[in-house]
């Protein structure tokens, strides 16, 4: 025993020196500094914000000597490639939707701005390692909104409960609505400190050369080495219910919904959830789209693109198994046009890549259908987009978000919704979000006088409108129409009994199914954070198997499917995505950039 043991930390040691050397090299850093420039003044003119967000493919503006090229301008998308860019690579960033964005990306009907989904952002406060990243990919233009309290109230039932921000005034909030309950909720805020001092050990294990981490799970040695892997595989549901008995703050704890049902969802990641807007909430100034307005620009410094209506096609992949480029589909005849560059990334996720956009004989091998076979699609979204006549101040909008269930058995509402046929949905809709990016954005009354809206939201599975796939957007006939408006009129009705001031104000009201995200986000199934986020896919194995580096040499995977769903995801996404192309330790480089601008600070308080 004692020999093998001996052999186990001489191989580890010898690991983490070969790491150390390759990922604390002392140069090619990043983020060397804080942004030189202070935020300029918001740019309204739309011609201008179209050239950077709706500039068009061509094979002229494909620049030359790419040292890598991305598939997608989602949000992992365009951190991996602003990241490259700070680094001095040239980047080329394809997008097939007609503007850049992705989930970030807004679009306007009837003078009336609406988000997609960014909805609020937590851990944004000053110094946060959030801030200081998106201040780095953005060169400090992107400017945050701070959601006054409460940022959410939650309904259970007939029960309403509020959210405040701040790490005192958060845990007293709840405690003050649930003052039996003290003790479970210290324990939980305690077990949320640790998911988030130990989460950065899954971006490690991600890191780390295949072998060892092929050894530590061969071993089971992970849930040892920390309590995060036990987190991780542990179901929300049981991990509350033995912390309280009080039915109502079970649910509370894992209220984020994103489609999964909490005795199938990591209470690892539901912690975090929590964690993450404990210290508040934001919104960007300018509305979504502000962020992919001023990381295009990043990228295009250090002589890279991003082009939309860009369709890529296939990764183009050599005999050997190396990752050589991409044909993308363009101009009048959709004749492809191949784009050759030394590296390849992926944010159009695990599904699209590795399922339609290698060869068919590349799909086949074991690494890419092992990696297949661990994980399926998160649940589809569908969304109320509802224009309103006035502003939010005169209609007295809410920057609140509401997350409206039906009651507070969060598992039955999921298993019984889940199972619904097609025609039973719309008189059984389970939970609904609504939120009012008018009242959020301080800007928005400037930009859209007199005018403001609503988004609903609820989950949706692809199943239900599967009969309609394939067709086009506004070409898929009279009972599609019938069926999806059906949803949107009853979300709309329960919206405006917690409203029912708003229901003469309503101009109009558009609706997106798993459909509309298919063709407009490249969801394969119509999926709101990618791959489902439940057990497996927080099981050490799968952690590990969802790294940025893939079975394909030179073909990297970025955004929400690397590390988990959301802006903070994605981001996280596209930072570990950066780490392993550039052989370093990003995280390293920011905390000490974050310790740099705090002492900064310091000097200037003095």
């Known amino acids: 025993m004692w020999p093998a043991l001996l052999l186990l930390v001489a191989l580890a040691v010898l690991a983490l020196g070969r790491v150390a050397h390759r990922l604390l090299a002392p140069s090619g850093n990043p983020f060397a500094g804080p942004p030189l420039e202070p935020p300029r003044p918001l740019v309204t003119d739309q011609r201008t914000r179209d050239r950077v967000l709706k500039r068009g493919f061509s094979a002229q503006r494909v620049p030359d000597q790419l040292d890598a090229v991305v598939i997608g301008s989602g949000v992992g998308g365009l951190a991996v490639a602003a990241t490259l860019a700070k680094a001095g690579r040239r980047v080329l960033v394809l997008e097939q939707h007609d503007q850049a964005g992705g989930c970030c990306h ?34 400090g233009q992107l400017c945050w909104h701070r959601l006054p309290d409460p940022y ?31 003790a479970a909720i210290r324990e939980f805020m305690k077990l949320s400190k640790v998911a988030s001092r130990h989460v950065a050990l899954l971006a490690v294990l991600k890191l780390s050369p295949r072998w060892l981490v092929t050894l530590l799970l061969r ?3 992970l849930p040892r080495l920390s309590p995060v892997f036990r987190m991780a595989t542990t179901s929300h549901s049981q991990a509350v219910a033995q912390l309280t008995s009080d039915p109502d703050l079970r649910a509370l704890l894992g209220y984020l919904f994103y489609g999964t049902a909490p005795r199938d969802s990591s209470f690892l990641v539901n912690a975090l959830m929590v964690h993450h807007y404990q210290r508040g909430a934001w919104y960007p100034r300018g509305g979504a789209s502000e962020v992919a307005f001023h990381a295009v620009p990043v990228i295009e410094r250090a002589g890279g693109a991003v082009l939309v209506r860009a369709p890529v096609t296939r990764v183009l992949v050599s005999a050997a198994g190396t990752a050589l480029g991409v044909a993308v589909r363009a101009g009048p005849a959709d004749e492809e046009l191949e784009i050759r560059a030394p590296i390849v990334i992926s944010d159009a996720g695990v599904f699209n890549t590795f399922g339609k956009l290698l060869p068919r004989h590349v799909r086949s091998l074991p690494g890419v259908r092992s990696l297949l076979d661990m994980v399926r699609p998160g649940m589809g979204s569908f969304l109320v987009f509802v224009g309103l006549r006035g502003s939010a101040a005169e209609l007295g909008l809410p920057p609140t978000n509401f997350w409206i269930y039906p009651h507070n058995d969060l598992d039955a509402m999921m298993t019984q919704y889940a199972a619904l046929s ?17 009242a959020k954005d301080p800007t928005y009354e400037q930009r859209h006088p007199g005018k403001s809206c609503m988004t609903i939201l609820t989950m949706a599975r692809y199943e239900w409108f599967e009969e309609w796939a394939g067709s086009r957007p506004r070409h898929r006939g009279p009972e599609y129409q019938q069926y999806k408006m059906d949803i949107a009129q009853r979300l709309l009705e329960r919206a405006l009994l917690r409203f029912p001031h708003l229901r ?51 073909l990297y995977l970025t955004g929400q499917d690397v590390f988990s769903c959301g802006l903070a995801g994605a981001v996280h996404g596209g930072l570990l995505c950066a780490s392993a192309i550039l052989g370093r330790l990003l995280y390293l480089d920011l905390l000490l950039l974050k310790r740099k601008i705090k002492r900064r600070q310091g000097r200037h308080t003095a």
């Open 106 to 139: 807004t679009f306007e009907q009837h003078g009336i701005e609406f988000d997609v989904g960014i909805h609020y952002v937590g851990q944004l406060h000053e110094g946060s390692l959030l801030r200081v990243l998106l201040d780095q990919l953005t060169d």
């Open 152 to 182: 959410d109230e939650v309904t259970l039932g007939p029960q309403r409960y509020q959210l405040r921000s701040g790490k005192v005034a958060f845990v007293t909030a709840l405690e003050e609505q649930f003052p039996a309950e003290k």
């Open 219 to 221: 071993l089971g040695l």
């Open 422 to 438: 097609r025609d039973d949905v719309p008189e059984n809709l389970a939970m609904m979000f609504i939120t009012f990016p008018a």
């Open 504 to 554: 003469d104000k309503v101009e109009f009201v558009e609706a997106a199914s798993p459909l509309t995200n298919q063709h407009y986000l490249g969801a394969a199934r119509g999926e709101m954070y990618g791959t489902e986020h439940d057990l497996l896919r927080f099981s050490p194995a799968v952690v590990a198997a969802l790294r940025p580096d893939t079975p394909v040499r030179n």
